[in-house]
């Protein structure tokens, strides 16, 4: 698993529950 896609994914999740 490359770091590039866990830190993608971490943000995507920070952006949508700061965006609910």
Not at 1 to 19: E, G, I, T
Request: proline share 0%; no cysteine; charged share 30%.
């Amino acid at each position: 698993m490359s770091a590039d896609k866990f830190f993608r994914q971490f943000l995507d999740k920070m952006y949508h529950d700061y965006n609910s």
